[in-house]
Nanobody, 128 residues
Framework: QVQLVESGGGLVQDGDSLRLSCTPS????????MGWFRQAPGKEREFVAA????????YYTDSVKGRFTISRDNAKNTIYLQMNSLKPEDTAVYYC?????????????????????WGQGTQVTVSS
């Protein structure tokens, strides 16, 4: 069994920053990519960012480009989502996801269907 443990969520003000972390534990697996998704109240889960593990290539949804940065630390077996210039519309539960599916294009990892493993989620609330 693979567990994804997220941390770093919280309540911040408009314009503040937060850094989310996600560390897999349990059974080892071939890691093709990892990503972050979010779900706001009353809305569907949406893609935020992804990183292709071997190449380190990154992908972002348009609304966070220039504000959020996804990165990985191989030594710590951890991914991060640095979120700057947060806005109230970023308020959501953020989910870490991991994929052992090796896709032909990194853009496939913008879809939740490419991920096998999911974390429990961490709440991010941005007040205006």
């Amino acid at each position: 069994q693979v567990q994804l443990v997220e941390s770093g969520g919280g309540l911040v003000q408009d314009g503040d920053s937060l850094r989310l972390s996600c560390t897999p534990s349990g059974r080892t697996f071939s890691r093709a990519a990892m990503g972050w998704f979010r779900q706001a109240p009353g809305k569907e889960r949406e893609f935020v960012a992804a990183i292709r593990w071997s190449a380190g290539s990154t992908y972002y949804t348009d609304s966070v480009k220039g504000r959020f940065t996804i990165s990985r630390d191989n030594a710590k077996n951890t991914i991060y989502l640095q979120m700057n210039s947060l806005k109230p519309e970023d308020t959501a539960v953020y989910y870490c996801a991991a994929s052992s599916i090796f896709a032909s294009s990194g853009y496939h990892y913008m879809s939740s269907s490419e991920y096998n493993y999911w974390g429990q989620g961490t709440q991010v609330t941005v007040s205006s």
